[in-house]
């Protein structure tokens, strides 16, 4: 289980490097080390994180998808339409932001498995006609006014823990996430297609088949994440996602997927995440601006590049 | 192994390093705040101050006059905004950062006028009052949430448009107009548009776009409009960044002289242009002093006095008549 | 000392992570001979070459080289000095031309800086005509078979002036007469007083063109000899450490229901009209020559590429393959030429490899169980003689013979009853292969249909029960029963050139 010992390994720099960061931020900032903001930077992971994990399984198969912050676009405004303007069932809207997530996945998976073109240039595509029907759809504007039911999934708390829904949700997401990858032929099938391609084809797998699902999480994971976006904001704009396939890529890149695919973890993708929201809630805190927190987590994702293809080096033996 | 390790320390000197330096960003030293706690009991009141972003010269001429005035009267500032106007969310999280750090007071010019109410709920709950600045929020949304805000402080924007649409009106026959939108969702945009509308319903609209506040946009749109419709002879931008790409355009264009541009904001540019003919009248807002009515406003709230829902602050046309004037002033 | 030898190599040591590749090894070798490395895979023949032509650079012990001790730091550097390796991967840019690749980085300039493409290609042809081959050097390395590729590569350390060149299993994929073409060159270059390090496997050819040989087993140094002096059986034992007496052991089993038939299938150009079939407990062969369209037929019937037309027929019944996945559950396996990059991931663990063709057998109620999928594959992996320290290496630090152990682990996982071995043995030592026809005639005693592509005559002579000759696209013969008895290599030859085609085949 080469794999499954890859994954503690690349686990641990990530955790350890998450460690640092507080430890260091804490020290400069007192107000990061208490309870309130802790719940603040999990709350404000939430969103990012479940976008990682959808393209994290596609970074897996070793191909890429940037659709993803703009079928979060979409798939708002679809809730907006539904929810608000036409005052049906929240339950009815989620349904069909999910199902629509779904949709633009599979296409994707589509494109790139049957009709092989490139991910980049595929998912690159739909970037923009997903992104394009949000902006159509709602006439550029922002759609507000959910309901008190639906925006428990954003803002509503558990009982008497107060651990907010939303932050259960991502954990339940991400444990299921990874009993999939783990625990099933799926999880198996996505990582060896990664590896080697050719070789998983000609071991009897149907390649094409797994390479389409995968595509078909992410969308359905980008759904999932417009729907908390959705609740917590209490308002859908058509511009909501925009550069979100950046962070995503990064926290997967952080947390120790290799873009060539066949190599990375769930929970990695997780603390890559919360690295991310990290630097930025205590830069924030330290009042530093914006602008230099792009810089810091430029050289973070550089690092953990760098990290990752010492680890990967081509070993010359024989 | 030992590679990783390395890794992880230069991450902690980077980050050491960059809090260190942040606190460039501050107008006191950042060395007092692991003294957060004693703060208050120095005297000193912290006011968190978020816009929607800085890559427009109104925000960086605000951040200015509000940093100046803060040093003034000895209070701590940190003026910070996401890198794009429409980075909603990361704007409400730096709302919530500010309250979980627990500030006296956070000015806020909002990104969405209604993304950020949540944020200002959570604010009225923590005790910290909330002073909106420049744009405004929706205020059927912020009642349904059962949100306050202390006051708004700027320009009546309809008022402030409604003085170039009036001198257009005057100085312009048979006007043929092309409008540069801002962005949807913002309150302030769309006053600013109809503010200026009203006062010419008898011009002829050849197209009305937005070019999203960006100069690069303005100048494609305007490029298209201008071959389409030839015949324009007014242009009302409803910024300063739009109202100099669609200039460029008309020059490029060879329409240089046929056209007549009036935007929002007076920027730098602006004021050159009106000096050069090229800009026939910028509505001027003053940021700063609206930086100044903001800080004021935190500290007569904290003071206990009750503001006035609008907190009105000052806005002129400028043209060529009274340009010198108003570059000498800035 | 400094005189006989152009290079003297002592006490070189190399350690790679958990192996110890090469302990305290010597070498030596004189201008103008053919000094033969022999050794099992993994003995580390290719590993101490590497080391003298500057690719492996972290070693321990001393290289004397022309008479001054040196430090071997880089490829460029030993080339430099004049030591050329010719891998036994290729290394050529396949979007260049034969001329580009050959002059890579030193393409001749005109007196304006501008490459002179005129005098590239002459130089290029010059050097192809040396080695009689009729490649041609604009031609686009893509569009070249393995054989002609090599022959490249044999140009390109020629147009060096290389004192010594080193060729790592050069005839592998080479035909006869391109073979032939290798060993005159070979000796015109031991004319010009040029060392030729022949690293080799193939006895008779070493027989033919060596002259002293080193023997290394397990990373150590077992002795020189003179090839005169010396037997193939004796060559053997060296490498090997024992007695081999059977080169090709065969079983004797009663051929069973036919398992696996094919008629008349077609695809393009390449597969004109082919038919055949294969029963169980057999072995059956298919030989030809590079191009005959062996490999190409396993991938259709395997589902690996589609086909224009004809019948496939599985167990009797007829099916229309699709796709590998299918083939895999109608009981079909195929281990492909090219078990590095079709057969394995080399970046995953053993064991991972190992359950790819079929992971219900890892399943519990729960899901994947890592212990149990282990559990599984260390038993195979150990029935299967795999030598490895644990199941987690990563593929690509085993050796030849033991990923090919590993590729058949696999399959043996998913319980085919069609086994199609796609050059088993090649680049695989005398002791491995052997351990291969074992493995193959278990299968065989099983039931079990096995067909075996091969391009070594008498190997397919040997272990095959039928063997199909097949000829650019067509079946030209076909050897069975009796005539199995009175077959010679000429005839079997005769088919696979074309020049003759048997009354049953077609």
């Known amino acids: 289980m080469k794999n499954i010992k890859k994954i503690n390994l690349s686990n641990m720099t990530s955790v350890i490097a998450l460690l640092v960061l507080c430890v260091a931020i804490s020290i400069a900032e007192p107000a990061f080390r208490t309870v309130g903001n802790m719940i603040n930077i999990l709350q404000q992971v939430t969103v990012i994180a479940v976008i990682a994990l959808g393209i994290n399984v596609v970074i897996f198969t070793g191909g890429i998808d940037i659709s993803v912050g703009s079928v979060v676009g979409f798939t708002g405004i679809i809730m907006g339409k539904i929810i608000v303007e036409k005052g049906l069932f929240p339950v009815l809207g989620v349904a069909a932001a999910l199902s629509i997530g779904i949709l633009c996945g599979t296409f994707n998976g589509i494109m790139i498995a049957k009709f092989k073109l490139q ?93 389409m699902l995968a595509y078909t999480i992410s969308g359905f994971c980008s759904a999932v994440a417009s729907v908390i976006l959705v609740a917590k904001l209490n308002s859908a704009q058509s511009t909501a996602g925009e550069n979100y396939e950046m962070d995503a890529i990064a926290s997967c890149v952080i947390g120790g997927t290799s873009l060539l695919g066949g190599f990375g973890s769930v929970w990695g993708t997780f603390v890559g995440a919360v690295i991310m929201i990290v630097i930025r809630n205590g830069l924030n805190l330290l009042n530093v601006s914006s602008n230099l927190q792009k810089l810091v987590i430029g050289v973070v994702i550089l690092l953990a590049v760098l990290a990752d293809s010492i680890r990967h080096r081509p070993g010359k033996v024989k | 192994m030992k590679r990783r390790i390395l890794a992880v320390l230069v991450m902690m000197v980077m980050v050491s390093a960059l809090t260190a330096c942040g606190g460039s960003d501050t107008s006191e030293t950042s060395g007092g705040a692991s003294g957060g706690e004693s703060l208050e009991e120095a005297g000193g009141i912290e006011i968190a101050y978020i816009v929607k972003a800085k890559t427009d010269e109104f925000w960086t001429t605000m951040e200015k006059g509000a940093y100046a005035y803060a040093e003034e009267k000895g209070v701590k500032l940190s003026f910070q905004a996401p890198e794009k106007e429409t980075d909603v969310e990361k704007q409400v999280q730096m709302v919530e950062n500010a309250v979980n750090k627990g500030v006296d007071a956070i000015i806020l010019s909002a990104a969405d006028s209604k993304s950020l109410v949540p944020a200002i709920v959570k604010a009225n709950n923590a005790g910290i009052p909330v002073i909106l600045v420049n744009d ?29 649409g ?71 931008a409803i910024n300063a960044e739009m109202g100099q790409g669609a200039i460029q355009a008309i020059e490029q264009g060879g329409f240089s002289g046929k056209v007549q541009v009036f935007d929002f904001d007076a920027s730098s540019d602006d004021v050159e242009a009106i000096k050069n003919g090229t800009l026939t009248g910028s509505v001027a807002q003053f940021p700063d002093l609206q930086a100044e009515a903001a800080i004021q406003a935190c500290l007569d709230v904290i003071d206990g006095q009750t503001l006035a829902e609008h907190t009105k602050t000052k806005a002129e046309l400028i043209t060529a008549e009274n340009v010198e004037e108003f570059g000498a002033a800035e | 000392m400094a005189n006989d030898y152009i290079v003297e190599m002592e006490d070189i040591t190399v350690k790679f992570p958990g192996v110890l590749a090469l302990d305290q090894v010597r070498f030596n070798a004189k201008p103008g001979e053919v000094h033969v490395l022999l050794g099992e895979n993994g003995a580390g023949k290719s590993t101490i070459m590497k080391v003298l ?39 050529l840019l396949k979007n260049l031309t034969v001329a580009e690749n050959i002059f890579l980085g030193r393409q001749p300039l005109a007196r304006t800086g501008i490459i002179d493409w005129k005098k590239m290609n002459l130089d290029a042809r010059s050097l192809l005509d040396a080695i009689q081959s009729d490649i041609s050097e604009k031609a686009m390395v893509s569009s070249l078979s393995v054989g002609q590729m090599q022959m490249v590569e044999i140009a390109k350390a020629l147009s060096f002036k290389s004192n010594i060149i080193i060729m790592d299993e050069p005839t592998s994929a080479l035909t006869e007469k391109e073979v032939q073409a290798l060993f005159n060159i070979i000796k015109q270059l031991k004319k010009d007083n040029v060392a030729i390090v022949y690293i080799s496997h193939r006895l008779e050819e070493i027989m033919k063109i060596g002259d002293r040989l080193t023997v290394l087993r397990d990373g150590k140094y ?72 062996r490999t190409e037929l396993m991938r259709v019937v395997f589902g690996a590429d589609p086909y224009d037309s004809g019948e496939i027929y ?31 991931i080399l970046e995953f663990d053993l064991s991972s490899n190992i359950s790819l063709s079929n992971l219900d057998t890892a399943m519990t109620a729960f899901g994947l169980n890592a212990a149990k999928e282990y559990e599984k594959n260390q038993r195979l992996a150990d029935s299967m003689n795999v030598k490895t320290p644990s199941l987690k290496q990563k593929a690509k630090n085993l050796s030849g013979g033991n990923q090919q152990k590993v590729v058949i682990c696999k399959w043996l996982n998913a319980d085919a009853d069609i086994v199609i071995f796609d050059e088993p043995t090649r680049g695989i030592d005398v002791g491995a292969k052997a351990e291969i026809y074992k493995i193959m005639n278990g299968l065989k005693e099983q039931g079990k249909a096995v067909i075996m592509v091969s391009s070594e005559l008498a190997e397919c002579m040997g272990v095959s029960d039928r063997i199909y000759v097949m000829h650019e696209g067509e079946m030209t013969g076909i050897i069975e029963g009796q005539d199995m008895k009175h077959m010679t290599e000429e005839l079997i030859v005769g088919f696979a050139t074309g020049i003759q085609k048997s009354k049953g085949g077609e």
Not at chain 2, 192 to 220: H, I, M, P, W, Y
Not at chain 3, 330 to 335: H, K, S, V, Y
């Open chain 2, 136 to 164: 405004t929020v929706d205020d059927e949304a912020l009642e349904a949430e059962g949100g306050h805000v202390e006051t708004y402080v700027g320009i009546d924007q309809y008022e402030a448009a409604s003085l170039a």
């Open chain 3, 53 to 91: 032509a500057g690719v492996n650079t972290s070693y321990e012990g001393r290289i004397v080289y022309k008479g001054e001790e040196i430090a071997a730091r880089s490829v460029e550097e030993q080339r430099e000095r004049g030591v050329s390796i010719i891998f036994q991967e290729m290394n």
């Open chain 1, 119 to 211: 991910p980049m240039i595929a998912t690159l595509a739909m970037m923009s006609m997903a992104r394009g029907a949000a902006l159509t759809l709602a006439d550029g504007q922002t759609i507000t006014g959910y309901s008190d039911g639906f925006r428990w999934i954003g803002v509503g708390v558990i009982g008497s823990t107060q651990i907010p829904v939303q932050i259960l949700f991502m954990i339940l997401f991400y444990i299921l996430a990874y009993y999939l990858m783990r625990y099933r032929k799926f999880g198996r099938y996505i990582y060896s297609i990664g590896g080697n391609e050719e070789a998983t084809r000609l071991s009897g797998i149907n390649v094409d088949k797994y390479k």
């Open chain 3, 222 to 293: 077992i002795a020189t000899v003179n090839v005169a002096d010396i037997t193939m059986d004796q060559m053997v034992s060296l490498m090997v450490g024992r007695e081999m007496t059977d080169y090709y052991p065969k079983v004797n089993v009663p051929p069973g229901d036919t398992l696996l038939e094919i008629k008349n299938v077609k695809q393009g150009r390449l597969l004109k009209d082919l038919s055949f079939y294969a029963r169980g407990g057999e072995i059956t062969g298919f030989y030809g020559l590079m191009g005959a369209g």
């Open chain 2, 166 to 236: 009036i001198y257009a009106a005057k100085s312009i026959k048979d006007g043929k107009v092309c409008y540069l939108e801002g962005i949807s969702g913002v309150k302030a945009h769309g006053d600013r548009l109809n503010g200026f509308k009203d006062q010419v319903e008898t011009f002829e609209v050849a197209a009305s776009q937005t070019a999203k506040c960006d100069r690069n946009e303005a100048f494609n749109v305007m490029q298209n409009v201008l071959s389409a419709n030839p015949e324009v002879n007014t242009v009302w």
């Open chain 3, 314 to 344: 599985i167990k009797g019944k007829k099916e229309n393959i699709k796709n590998c996945e299918q083939a895999k559950r109608l009981g079909l396996a195929l281990l492909t030429e090219d078990r590095k990059n079709q057969g394995l």
